[in-house]
């Protein structure tokens, strides 16, 4: 599978952001899908997944995240999705859509498939 995302843009706190991650190949529906975020002198960090279910199953979430942020993948589209509400300062970086074959996790030397970073910027 291949993965190709975007949505990342200049925003205020407080304001909402939609990523998105459109996957090409076969078999988008065997795989957990994922994502993550680096920001510049930090080490890429797990922000969420879902399992690869998608619709009803299992969600993941950062601590920093949970409550203001919803992960959901569509398989028909085969598609996965990031809504960011309340967004933060803090949520600047380059966030990055990833796949694998197995459940999902937070550490990111896990994931066997990435698409391309797609800037967030969030300014106070």
């Known amino acids: 599978v291949q993965l190709q995302a975007c949505g990342g843009g200049l925003v205020q706190a407080g304001d909402s952001l939609r990523l998105s991650c459109a996957a090409s190949?076969?078999?988008?529906?065997?795989?957990?899908m994922g994502w993550f975020r680096e920001a510049p002198g930090k080490e890429r960090e797990f922000v969420s997944g879902?399992?690869?279910?998608?619709?009803?199953?299992?969600?993941y979430y950062a601590d920093s995240v949970k409550g203001r942020i919803t992960i959901s993948k569509d398989n028909a589209k085969k598609t996965v999705t990031l809504q960011m509400n309340s967004l933060k300062p803090e949520d600047t970086a380059v966030y990055y859509c990833?796949?694998?074959?197995?459940?999902?996790?937070?550490?990111?030397?896990?994931?066997?498939?990435w698409g391309q970073g797609t800037q967030v910027t969030v300014s106070s």
């Open positions: 879902v399992d690869r279910s998608g619709s009803g199953g299992s969600t």
């Open positions: 190949g076969s078999n988008f529906r065997t795989y957990t």
């Open positions: 990833a796949a694998r074959q197995g459940m999902a996790s937070s550490r990111f030397r896990d994931w066997t498939t």
